[in-house]
């Protein structure tokens, strides 16, 4: 490291120390096989407290702990630091890829993803962990046999279909209607009063602009059609870009079947509808299913706090996935990257948290938010308080940082992160961003009571060519894309807001 990066890692460690102490951000201790690197480091602690000169309070005061920031700092240099980083250094993607390959896809209700917790527990207990797991009882959905083919008076072919979860199954025969096609729920509404969906498989091809815009037409479309005589409903796959790959998700259970085509093969449909010369095309669907109840858990992994065990960081992704692919990115690497970051802090940075550090790894995501949702109504009185929840869940790719939300994001807590950002970025972090934005799914209930917030990437919507798709494999996995998200998440993880 130069020395005028050593300097200016010196003043951005004065800064965040300031934030630290500003708000009783009492976070780490070093670990007692480090403390040759604490007597190393005193001289920066002095410079830093240098800094403080003039600026003491009788809170400060109470609340000072300079090895905390000293010892974000070493975490900072053990996991970025020049030398400490192996081109081939790949656990989190190694573990992920024998998960993956040994149990494959991890839908609610499967022994795929049954067996994956247990795999996860007995990991966790070999690397070291205190970890237990909570019972969930949730819903499933269970897919059969499925198709969809195209006919026209010229030719019959099939198309490339996902049946969406929860939908309802078609007759064993299956349905076949002529098609119309929609452009949104606009058009879709004008129709349906004009009598002209009656009888029909509605067809609802949105042009893709961004995920959060398209997903409605998945998710809620179905109920709609339903409301104007549609027998089935199909949804253009809600992605930028596709190779005939369907995307698969939930959709509200209406009492008509409903499914995902590829993009390509709802232009056929778009493009035949539109020619005024020919008949509309017609669709022969055929889906089978099942649904029921059964018992899954979540996975709560802990490394204990030693001075405020109270005061809780959570990090986290969901384990189980669709039953495409094998979620790999959708969200193997969002819980992987949870595990591992206590991973590396306990076993590479050897630290002993002053408040506890804990990874969940949430079930039932894809069905409906369920083991979050279970988390949450079970956790939200205890005495120990979840002060910090985050979770990864829109992949791993390039990584840009966290997008931070909720009730206890004020501005000594905004900087607080803002100081962490600063020396991340110094050091030539990738994801070294701090935004403010939203929670993802599963602790977006906490930003009730804490911050809240989310990993996200610097890729755009690259992540949505994978997303519940039978593509999402280890190979949409960069090894090295997994490990900085860990290292970065685990940096975040040593601070804490309002400790009270």
Same mark, same amino acid.
């Given at each position: 490291?130069?020395?005028?990066?050593?300097?200016?890692?010196?003043?951005?460690?004065?800064?965040?120390?300031?934030?630290? #102490?500003?708000?009783?951000?009492?976070?780490?201790?070093?670990?007692?096989?480090?403390?040759?690197?604490?007597?190393?480091?005193?001289?920066?602690?002095?410079?830093? %407290? $240098?800094?403080?000169?003039?600026?003491?309070?009788?809170?400060?005061?109470?609340? +000072?702990?300079? *090895?905390?920031? !000293?010892?974000?700092?070493?975490?900072?240099?053990?996991?970025?630091?020049?030398?400490?980083?192996?081109? /081939?250094?790949?656990?989190?993607?190694?573990?992920?890829?024998?998960?993956?390959?040994?149990?494959?896809? +991890?839908?609610?209700?499967?022994?795929?993803?049954?067996? *994956? #917790?247990?795999?996860?527990?007995?990991?966790?207990?070999?690397?070291?962990?205190?970890?237990?797991?909570?019972?969930?009882?949730?819903?499933?959905? +269970?897919?059969?046999?499925?198709?969809?083919?195209?006919? !026209?008076? =010229?030719?019959? !072919?099939?198309?490339? &279909?996902?049946?969406?979860?929860?939908?309802?199954?078609?007759?064993?025969?299956?349905?076949?209607?002529?098609?119309?096609?929609?452009?949104?729920?606009?058009?879709?509404?004008?129709?349906?009063?004009?009598?002209?969906?009656?009888?029909?498989?509605?067809?609802?091809?949105?042009?893709?602009?961004?995920? *959060?815009?398209?997903?409605?037409?998945? /998710?809620?479309?179905?109920?709609?059609?339903?409301?104007?005589?549609?027998?089935?409903?199909?949804?253009?796959?809600? /992605?930028?870009?596709? &190779?005939?790959?369907?995307? =698969?998700?939930?959709?509200? /259970?209406?009492?008509?079947?409903?499914?995902?085509?590829?993009?390509?093969?709802?232009?056929?449909? $778009?493009?035949?509808?539109?020619?005024?010369?020919?008949?509309?095309?017609?669709?022969?669907?055929?889906?089978?299913?099942? !649904?029921?109840?059964?018992?899954?858990?979540? =996975?709560?992994?802990?490394?204990?706090?030693?001075?405020?065990?109270?005061?809780?960081?959570?990090?986290?992704?969901?384990?189980?996935?669709? @039953?495409?692919?094998?979620?790999? %990115?959708?969200?193997?690497?969002?819980?992987?990257?949870?595990?591992?970051?206590?991973?590396?802090?306990?076993?590479?940075?050897?630290?002993?948290?002053?408040?506890?550090?804990?990874?969940?790894?949430?079930?039932?995501?894809?069905?409906?938010?369920?083991?979050?949702?279970?988390?949450?109504?079970?956790?939200?009185?205890?005495?120990?308080?979840? +002060?910090?929840?985050?979770?990864?869940?829109?992949?791993?790719?390039?990584?840009?940082?966290?997008?931070?939300?909720?009730?206890?994001?004020?501005?000594?807590?905004?900087?607080?992160?803002?100081?962490?950002?600063? &020396?991340?970025?110094?050091?030539?972090?990738?994801?070294?961003?701090?935004?403010?934005?939203?929670?993802?799914?599963?602790?977006?209930?906490?930003?009730?009571?804490?911050?809240?917030?989310?990993?996200?990437?610097?890729?755009?919507?690259?992540?949505?060519?994978?997303?519940?798709?039978?593509?999402?494999?280890?190979?949409?996995?960069?090894?090295? @894309?997994?490990?900085?998200?860990?290292?970065?998440?685990?940096?975040?993880?040593?601070?804490?807001?309002?400790?009270?």
């Amino acid at each position: 490291m130069t020395k005028q990066r050593s300097a200016n890692m010196t003043r951005y460690l004065a800064l965040l120390l300031v934030a630290l #102490i500003a708000i009783g951000a009492v976070n780490v201790v070093a670990s007692p096989t480090h403390a040759h690197a604490r007597k190393h480091q005193q001289h920066h602690a002095d410079g830093v %407290q $240098a800094v403080m000169a003039g600026h003491e309070s009788a809170r400060w005061a109470q609340h +000072r702990r300079v *090895s905390s920031a !000293t010892t974000i700092r070493h975490a900072v240099q053990t996991l970025f630091g020049p030398g400490t980083r192996n081109a /081939t250094d790949k656990l989190a993607w190694d573990r992920l890829a024998e998960l993956t390959d040994t149990y494959g896809p +991890r839908p609610g209700g499967s022994q795929g993803l049954e067996k *994956s #917790i247990d795999w996860m527990v007995e990991l966790a207990k070999k690397d070291g962990f205190d970890v237990y797991t909570e019972e969930v009882p949730i819903k499933y959905w +269970r897919r059969g046999v499925e198709s969809a083919t195209l006919i !026209t008076d =010229t030719w019959t !072919t099939p198309l490339h &279909m996902d049946g969406l979860g929860f939908s309802a199954p078609t007759p064993k025969d299956g349905i076949e209607a002529e098609v119309f096609v929609a452009n949104g729920f606009d058009d879709l509404d004008h129709a349906g009063a004009a009598g002209q969906l009656k009888g029909k498989i509605v067809l609802l091809n949105y042009e893709w602009t961004k995920y *959060s815009d398209g997903v409605k037409y998945r /998710t809620t479309g179905a109920k709609r059609a339903e409301k104007w005589g549609a027998v089935a409903y199909l949804v253009r796959s809600v /992605t930028p870009f596709s &190779m005939r790959t369907p995307h =698969t998700g939930n959709s509200q /259970t209406a009492g008509i079947p409903a499914a995902a085509l590829a993009v390509e093969d709802a232009n056929i449909l $778009a493009r035949i509808f539109a020619r005024d010369h020919v008949a509309a095309p017609r669709v022969r669907l055929v889906m089978q299913s099942e !649904t029921g109840v059964s018992m899954s858990r979540n =996975t709560v992994v802990e490394m204990r706090g030693t001075e405020r065990p109270n005061d809780v960081v959570l990090v986290g992704g969901h384990i189980d996935s669709w @039953d495409k692919g094998v979620g790999a %990115q959708d969200d193997g690497t969002g819980f992987m990257a949870a595990y591992h970051a206590l991973y590396l802090l306990k076993h590479r940075v050897q630290v002993q948290p002053a408040h506890t550090l804990r990874a969940v790894l949430f079930t039932a995501e894809e069905t409906g938010v369920q083991g979050g949702d279970a988390y949450y109504a079970a956790h939200v009185n205890d005495e120990a308080k979840i +002060r910090v929840a985050l979770e990864v869940d829109e992949g791993v790719l390039t990584p840009r940082g966290l997008v931070l939300d909720g009730t206890k994001l004020d501005d000594a807590a905004w900087d607080m992160y803002q100081g962490i950002s600063a &020396m991340l970025k110094e050091v030539g972090v990738r994801g070294w961003r701090v935004e403010r934005g939203y929670a993802g799914a599963d602790v977006a209930k906490w930003c009730k009571h804490a911050v809240c917030g989310e990993w996200v990437n610097d890729t755009g919507d690259y992540y949505f060519r994978y997303h519940h798709t039978p593509a999402d494999m280890m190979e949409a996995v960069d090894p090295v @894309d997994l490990e900085d998200v860990a290292s970065t998440l685990a940096i975040y993880a040593l601070a804490l807001p309002h400790a009270e």
